[in-house]
């Protein structure tokens, strides 16, 4: 038998890209290309670093969320051969292999090729795999199948190098109906919604939505459009995207930061002038061909039609008779063996294709109602990678066992609950669907899920505690989708037990319930268990070591406001208080506030002495505050020390300090950087690397500058800034990224960082002199 | 004695005065020069009395008018 | 100032340099030079100056262009024979650089306009070519506290010296004595290599640029020679002269129209 076509027909310049990996693998490996271009080049090839083992993901996008059995086969070989053995399904329908040695990612991407696979554009700034409602094509409500919009779209995109030079990563979704957003498409860049009007095909697009740590629901871009416009709509979506979207700040670069920027009415009337553009300019290539997508299914008469039971894993589809069935991944992990026995499974009863969902999960479709015994027999002979009826639907991010930003361990909570409810004897589709990110940012989609957790830290009896913002009412849909509404915040190790008994109020009404519980559980027990303070799966203390400042770090928020107003209670009170109160609380003030802001470098101590030389270092020395609080840093010292009888006496100085950490904290930018400017100019602290302040407001564009000119633009951009202040500059691979650093050194300036984005480099430089 | 003459070391008998030092040096035109004396200037008028000593450093600086 | 992008291309090779950077290029665009004498040395002077983008450079000189300048003064050429000095130079460096003011005096400079138009700039190249001149610019640079360059050029031979009134060797300094009218061959009696003029008024403009810049170490108290026929640049270490009748304690010339009677009269006799 013949393997089908791949249901995505690769461009040309994606093969090419793809044939291509092992030579720049082996000049890289050979000392030829620097690491950073290296990395600039392979994460938009889909392959990335992972934090822990060294190792590397490649990331493989399924179009639509769409794989034929072969395909998944060669996944799980290569996986096998290559990796750990344990393939993950995405809550964007791409599936990745894990624990790949940076020598063999050439094999797994030359093996994907074969397979008809691809993991170009599975990371950095690029037009990511193209979503679907995984249930497209056999949704009872649906409009219209929209993957062969999705594929299509895909085909065209792929096809052109401007899609991986965007100013961020680019989201596309298909949802095959208005009032279900399966594909969650009313959160993503640019989402397609089907609609029929007098029986033709159109869409309602929105666009501008995302998640992250600064989510919004996307805007409407256009109530209906024809669906031959779905090109042309993507294109000046797309164009919008690449003149407006920030590429000076990562962090704020989405598409959703430019519709924040702009307003919804200067978006849309943008948006409408690309289009206008491309009327007259047309499309920059051919609309690849719509092609209905191939079913291998069966006509009912194969098996006896019995009556089913719909259930969260089967579902009924729009064809009488026919069913989907639902492999529950636990976080979308499943085994290699496993994968190629589902591709077994689907290639002999269903559709013929296997299915990626947003829900981590795996769908086998087109199941006819006399198959899906047996279907589920097999699937329940797979074992344990996938979970029966009984367990709850969850989705986690990768949490802070290997993701760098995260705070939580979000996927040890996942276990945590399954665990709890399979003890408590709770059926899983009790609970709702669960979707739990480790910080504030939403990998995990918190936002939008009807349980929504998210992790955070706060200190507790002068201790780190992980918890868990709890957020419910997250509904996605064309009209009317919102984000989840934040009800309290409890302690980590409470979550489970809280679910479980919100779970079990007898009248269903677990939202309800929960929020009447979240009160009681968001206070620890007394005495406080030592594993409180312990992050599920741990067993040392819950700390923030190891957490780069970085956008996640937002989670630490809380904790530096609770300190800032710890040291002005205690301000207060040595301000009212007598000796030698007043000099106790002068004391504690002192601490309070140079302890403040230490979460913002991932530091955090409880020994007064490491609180202060770590304050030294972080701020005083780099010149973040007067430098005469060192005078009171000292006199604090002495007074605890017995050596000086007072330091009431200081309480104006404490006073400054306080304020001044106060004003910092409340510059604090999206990247954990202070806006405001150092008192003492500091310049020569190598470890100056990753301090706040080195956030540059000010940022050159110099892509396509060839040498020297960059460099003289650049020199002159830093000349205009004030000496201690940075600028960021972008620049070219090759030459430029070559050059241009090491002129800035050699000419006494300080090169921050420099780090790859996307396609081109971004280097921060401090102006010294 | 040794003395040195716009950079070079000379060997001559001396002592000797400066306008004897133009002559022996074969300047040309002894009008168009200034001496600098062990750093100091000297007045045409002194070129007859100022003596060199071994050890000296004598310049002649010459005028040089052109520029067009 | 902010350059424009023209600018950063035009100037790029001197942004890219540590010591000069766009804050140096913009020191460069606001600064003034004089050139007195659009001849030998003025020509490559006011040619490097104005590609250097120095914003205003001022040209006096009240000759007219003849064939036998065209061997050494590479502002004019042969078309400009015949045409005013001043035109000739001026149409050359706005031609070379748009950026630059170039502001021309068709006359003769002299006692009774050098202060003033010295005090209208930050430097001065002293590019003329006889006795009187070269005392009379020293002299008024003194009294209009005007840094300067100094040169001289004959035959195979070339010098110069930066001058910082008040705090430096002056000309007067080194040449106590001017010369007897007619005792000294000026560059009509000797002969001059026309490439000289080249060298020692390019190594002025760099004095006047180091000068604009605020960078480097100039030329002063110290003459610098140069022997074309063998190759020798020397450093001849020169200090301020106490009995200077100019800049020394005990002044005798106390006023520019004093100095006049003790070098050859200013009508222009020795001139080429």
């Given at each position: 038998m013949t393997n089908p076509e791949p249901l995505l027909q690769l461009p040309d310049n994606v093969v090419q890209d793809v044939r291509g990996y092992r030579n720049k693998l082996q000049r890289f490996l050979d000392g030829e290309i620097s690491d950073i271009a290296f990395k600039a080049y392979r994460v938009p090839m889909g392959v990335y670093e992972q934090r822990e083992s060294g190792r590397f993901m490649v990331r493989v996008r399924l179009p639509a969320g769409l794989a034929w059995p072969y395909q998944l086969r060669r996944v799980a070989e290569l996986s096998r051969q290559y990796g750990n053995g344990v393939p993950h399904v995405t809550t964007r329908q791409d599936i990745q292999i894990h624990d790949v040695a940076l020598s063999d990612t050439a094999n797994v991407q030359e093996g994907l090729l074969e397979a008809g696979l691809s993991a170009r554009?599975?990371?950095?700034?690029t037009v990511r795999n193209i979503t679907?409602?995984?249930?497209?094509?056999?949704?009872?409500?649906?409009?219209?199948?929209?993957r062969p919009y999705a594929i299509a779209l895909a085909e065209y995109l792929l096809a052109f190098k401007s899609s991986y030079n965007l100013p961020r990563k680019f989201k596309v979704a298909f949802a095959?109906?208005?009032?279900?957003d399966g594909a969650m498409a009313s959160v993503t860049d640019l989402g397609f919604f089907a609609r029929t009007r007098d029986g033709r095909r159109g869409f309602k697009v929105l666009a501008g939505g995302g998640l992250g740590s600064n989510p919004r629901v996307g805007v409407l871009l256009e109530e209906w459009v024809e669906d031959t416009e779905f090109v042309a709509v993507a294109e000046a979506v797309k164009r919008l995207f690449d003149k407006h979207?920030?590429?000076?700040n990562k962090h704020a670069a989405r598409l959703r930061y430019v519709l924040d920027r702009l307003g919804a009415e200067q978006f849309r009337s943008l948006y409408l002038s690309e289009r206008e553009a491309l009327r007259t300019?047309?499309?920059?290539?051919p609309i690849p061909e719509l092609r209905p997508i191939p079913s291998s299914q069966r006509a009912s008469g194969d098996a006896e039609p019995v009556e089913i039971e719909p259930s969260p894993n089967v579902l009924p589809e729009k064809t009488p008779g026919f069913y989907t069935i639902r492999l529950n991944l636990l976080l979308g992990d499943i085994s290699a063996d496993v994968l190629a026995s589902v591709a077994d499974v689907a290639e002999q009863s269903g559709d013929g294709l296997v299915r990626a969902t947003q829900q981590q999960d795996l769908l086998i479709a087109g199941v006819p109602s006399g198959k899906v015994g047996s279907v589920l027999d097999r699937v329940n002979e797979l074992g344990e990678d996938v979970l029966g009826a009984n367990y709850p639907s969850i989705v986690a991010c990768a949490g802070a066992s290997t993701c760098k930003?995260?705070?939580?361990l979000s996927r040890n909570l996942a276990k945590a609950i399954v665990n709890r409810m399979r003890e408590a004897r709770?059926?899983?589709?009790?609970?709702?669907p669960i979707r739990i990110s480790g910080?504030?940012?939403s990998c995990g989609n918190h936002y939008v899920a009807a349980l929504g957790f998210g992790g955070k830290a706060r200190r507790v009896e002068g201790r780190l505690m992980p918890f868990y913002d709890v957020f419910v009412g997250g509904v996605l849909g064309a009209d009317g989708a919102r984000l989840g509404q934040s009800i309290g915040a409890v302690p980590a190790r409470a979550v489970p037990d809280m679910l479980v008994e919100a779970i079990a109020d007898e009248g269903g009404h677990w939202a309800a319930a929960l929020e009447g519980l979240i009160d009681k559980y968001a206070v620890p027990p007394?005495?406080?268990?030592?594993?409180?303070f312990m992050d599920w799966g741990r067993t040392e203390p819950f700390s923030l070591?190891?957490?780069?400042?970085?956008?996640?770090?937002?989670?630490v928020m809380d904790i530096v406001e609770a300190d800032i107003g710890t040291a002005r209670a205690a301000l207060s009170a040595a301000e009212r208080a007598d000796e030698p109160e007043k000099s106790s609380s002068t004391y504690e003030a002192v601490i309070a506030a140079a302890r403040a802001l230490l979460p913002l470098y991932g530091d955090e101590f409880c020994k007064d002495r490491e609180i202060l030389a770590a304050f030294d270092k972080r701020l005083l020395s780099d010149g973040w505050?007067?430098?005469?609080?060192r005078g009171l840093l000292d006199a604090a010292v002495d007074w605890r020390m017995g050596d000086?009888?007072?330091?009431?006496?200081?309480l104006q100085q404490a006073a400054e300090l306080i304020e001044r950490i106060e004003a910092l904290f409340k510059s604090v930018d999206s990247n954990l950087n202070f806006r405001l400017t150092r008192v003492v100019d500091s310049?020569?602290?190598?470890?100056?690397?990753?301090?706040?302040?080195?956030?540059?407001?000010n940022v050159c564009d110099?892509?396509?500058?060839k040498c020297p000119m960059n460099f003289v633009k650049a020199k002159a951009a830093l000349e205009g800034i004030p000496i201690g202040e940075s600028l960021d500059v972008l620049l070219d691979d090759g030459e430029p990224i070559r050059n241009v650093p090491a002129s800035f050194a050699e000419q006494g300036?300080?090169?921050?960082d420099v780090e790859a984005a996307g396609e081109h480099f971004r280097l921060r430089v401090r102006r010294e002199k | 004695m040794e003395i040195t003459v716009n950079g070079d070391a000379v060997t001559l008998d001396?002592?000797?005065?400066i306008a004897r030092l133009l002559v022996e040096q074969k300047?040309?035109?002894?009008?168009?020069v200034s001496v600098e004396h062990n750093g100091k200037i000297l007045d045409r008028a002194e070129f007859e009395t100022q003596q060199v000593q071994s050890g000296d450093t004598v310049e002649f600086l010459y005028f040089m008018g052109g520029g067009a | 100032m902010n350059l424009t992008d023209e600018q950063l291309e035009r100037y790029s090779r001197h942004i890219i340099l540590e010591q000069v950077g766009a804050t140096g290029q913009e020191k460069l665009l606001s600064g003034k030079v004089l050139i007195i004498g659009a001849g030998g040395l003025g020509a490559p002077a006011g040619l490097y100056l104005a590609a250097a983008g120095v914003g205003t450079i001022g040209v006096i000189d009240s000759d007219s262009v003849e064939l036998s300048n065209l061997q050494r003064q590479?502002?004019?050429?042969?078309?400009?024979?015949?045409?005013p000095k001043v035109e000739s130079a001026a149409a050359k460096m706005r031609a070379i650089n748009p950026d630059v003011t170039v502001r021309t005096y068709f006359d003769r400079a002299g006692p009774d306009n050098l202060v003033s138009l010295m005090s209208e700039y930050d430097f001065v190249i002293?590019?003329?070519?006889n006795f009187s001149s070269k005392y009379l610019i020293n002299d008024a640079a003194w009294f209009a506290r005007k840094f300067f360059s100094h040169a001289g050029i004959l035959r195979f031979s070339g010098q110069l010296i930066t001058v910082h009134p008040g705090q430096s060797a002056c000309y007067r300094c080194l040449f106590p004595d001017p010369p007897e009218p007619g005792a000294v061959p000026s560059c009509s009696q000797a002969?001059?290599?026309?490439?000289l003029g080249g060298v020692i008024g390019t190594l002025q403009a760099t004095e006047a640029i180091k000068y604009l810049l605020g960078e480097g170490e100039l030329l002063t108290d110290a003459l610098l020679t140069y022997d074309a026929s063998s190759m020798e640049f020397r450093k001849v270490t020169v200090r301020r002269n106490p009995r200077c009748r100019l800049c020394g304690p005990s002044p005798t010339i106390t006023s520019l129209e004093q100095q006049d009677q003790a070098v050859c009269d200013l009508s222009g006799s020795c001139k080429c």
């Open positions: 554009g599975g990371g950095g700034n679907a409602c995984p249930t497209a094509g056999a949704c009872p409500g649906e409009a219209f199948d929209v095959c109906r208005e009032d279900e979207g920030d590429r000076s300019e047309g499309l920059a290539g930003l995260g705070l939580c709770i059926a899983g589709d009790k609970a709702p910080c504030p940012n007394e005495p406080i268990p030592d594993e409180y070591a190891g957490r780069g400042p970085g956008e996640c770090g937002a989670g505050v007067d430098p005469d609080t000086s009888p007072r330091l009431g006496d200081l310049s020569d602290d190598s470890e100056a690397d990753d301090h706040p302040g080195d956030a540059a407001d110099l892509r396509g500058v300036q300080t090169v921050v | 001396g002592p000797l005065t300047v040309k035109m002894p009008d168009m | 590479v502002i004019h050429h042969t078309p400009d024979v015949g045409t002293d590019g003329t070519d002969g001059v290599l026309g490439v």
